[in-house]
């Protein structure tokens, strides 16, 4: 990290938070020699339900153990490197982009920021995830082959023995174990939980001791490094979901009930601080906002299998955010790429390569919430649905009847600041234009927002004319990364070669512009999006002033 970024990223925080990460590099220089690590304790064993009472076998049994299979011949998923060719089990530290091999150094003071040391750690972060875990453990809850149980037992293992705690880029970031953490329960309920094959014998119970030891460490790790202060996004959302279901899946240990009960707790509060009242995500990131409502509904369920269900507030804000995904996708299921995105899941319970998130969730909302309109946008109960309710699932989104819905649900959040202009909605005809006049993004760094007020995408039947970009790079090509993020990749007005909104790196803002709306009508005859932003007041010649 450079002095100058440093510099800037202060100028983003107050003296509170100046104070507390004052307080949290000391906390590492004293895990680094020992003081305040996650110490192994005796569990008494007390098996969870899993997140559905019944947990369906109604799959292609096929198309699971193909998948499954190209995982046991060493082929991930890895972002473009799709398949990524990683061996079985792969090289855990090593980043499968570059090539580059990561040290074991102490984990909360590796930088793995830079390129140098750890390659790109987006890709590095990615098989460390465990999704492929979940898959195999799919296949042999469907088919009972030995083979792939096992496979699971192989890639827990050799993870284990790579990723000593606390050591290396797999013990750096805590979001990182809260979403192995969320694969890890999945898969344990699928191997079949407590008195699951791998198990078995004293082998199996040292493997098991070994899979307890590390969840414990990782639950330790996550409620001791909170993304707290500026860096409370959506990082924060996902590490308190890591925490909650780790520590209702294994109740295990004293400190499981206060790390479940405060991570709910915060979870309550974080969806009202993180979702305005009209269901958009406050980081202004349509990627972003599907994570975090997919985090809201694996935590909903888990918590209400397990008798620690959520608010109806915390469901009503939930359901708002798939009206914002149903209202501003176009008529092919095509959504605007508004802000970053990481094309990171929680877990993947459908492997398949025509997975569409956005349906997903609209099709789990529709069951949930009885909402037509929702299955209208969906068009099909998917397979990560049936995986999350069960089958009966399938039939309620069955008996939900369309005839006669409205869509879009919506066509402007005042909050969010985005507005939906268009004609012929749902139809061949449809045009569809999606206009953002919301702020950057989320607190004072804006981590995952971009200079793109006053932008808009165009889709004319389905297919997209004028687009949002997206993202392209995070952590390296610093030239790409800030192209993408910045005003004259999106379809808006830049002024003088600068940008709306002042960047001070990859993740971090240190000027705002400020968008404000002037007028909407929608009517048979017109529509009207008049609407302002003062990014280029600070300019010697001010436009807009």
Request: net charge negative; proline share 4%.
């Amino acid at each position: 990290m450079s002095l100058i970024w440093t510099i800037k990223r202060l100028s983003s925080m107050d003296g509170r938070e100046i104070n507390y990460r004052i307080g949290k590099a000391i906390q590492a220089r004293m895990e680094q020699i020992g003081v305040g690590l996650a110490k192994p304790t005796e569990v008494a064993i007390r098996p969870a339900p899993a997140w559905v009472s019944h947990i369906s076998r109604d799959f292609d049994r096929s198309f699971y153990c193909t998948a499954a299979d190209r995982i046991m011949q060493g082929q991930f998923n890895v972002f473009a490197l799709e398949p990524a060719e990683l061996g079985f089990p792969p090289n855990w530290n090593n980043d499968p982009k570059t090539g580059t091999q990561a040290p074991l150094a102490f984990g909360k003071l590796l930088d793995y920021r830079n390129e140098h040391i750890v390659g790109d750690i987006k890709y590095l972060w990615e098989p460390n995830r465990h999704l492929e875990l979940v898959t195999l453990a799919q296949a042999w809850h469907l088919t009972g082959d030995v083979r792939y149980c096992r496979a699971c037992q192989t890639l827990l293992d050799s993870w284990f023995e790579q990723c000593p705690y606390p050591r290396g880029p797999n013990w750096t970031s805590s979001l990182e174990h809260a979403v192995r953490l969320v694969n890890w329960s999945f898969a344990w309920h699928l191997l079949g939980g407590n008195h699951s094959i791998p198990f078995e014998g004293n082998e199996g119970r040292d493997f098991k001791s070994r899979w307890l030891q590390s969840i414990y460490q990782h639950c330790h790790f996550i409620h001791g490094h909170f993304s707290r202060y500026s860096s409370a996004n959506n990082h924060l959302f996902g590490e308190l979901t890591g925490l909650f279901i780790g520590a209702l899946t294994w109740p295990l240990w004293k400190s499981s009930k206060d790390w479940r009960d405060e991570a709910q707790c915060e979870l309550e509060m974080e969806a009202l601080k993180q979702v305005h009242g009209d269901g958009v995500d406050r980081e202004q990131a349509t990627w972003y906002h599907h994570s975090v409502a997919d985090m809201m509904l694996l935590t909903g369920l888990v918590g209400r299998a397990n008798s620690s269900d959520f608010s109806r507030t915390y469901w009503a804000r939930f359901e708002s955010m798939l009206e914002f995904i149903a209202s501003i996708m176009d008529v092919n299921g095509n959504v605007p790429c508004f802000g970053d995105s990481d094309d990171g899941v929680m877990v993947r319970l459908s492997p398949s390569r025509d997975f569409h998130v956005y349906r997903s969730l609209l099709a789990t909302g529709a069951v949930l919430f009885s909402r037509a309109d929702f299955k209208a946008k969906a068009r099909c109960f998917d397979d990560k649905s049936r995986w999350l309710l069960g089958d009966s699932a399938a039939e309620c989104f069955g008996s939900l009847k369309c005839e006669g819905v409205l869509l879009p649900v919506h066509r402007s959040f005042t909050q969010g600041g985005y507005y939906i202009l268009g004609d012929g909605f749902e139809t061949p005809d449809e045009i569809r234009i999606v206009a953002d006049a919301g702020p950057l993004g989320y607190l004072s760094i804006a981590a995952h927002g971009h200079a793109d007020a006053l932008s808009f995408t165009l889709s004319v039947g389905g297919n997209e004319i004028l687009i949002d970009p997206g993202t392209f790079a995070y952590h390296t090509q610093n030239r790409w990364r800030e192209y993408f993020r910045g005003t004259s990749a999106h379809n808006t007005l830049r002024v003088d070669g600068a940008d709306q909104s002042v960047s001070g790196g990859n993740f971090l803002w240190t000027k705002h512009s400020r968008t404000s709306v002037l007028a909407f009508d929608t009517n048979s005859e017109k529509e009207h999006l008049s609407c302002k932003h003062d990014g280029y007041h600070r300019l010697s010649d001010p436009v807009g002033i």
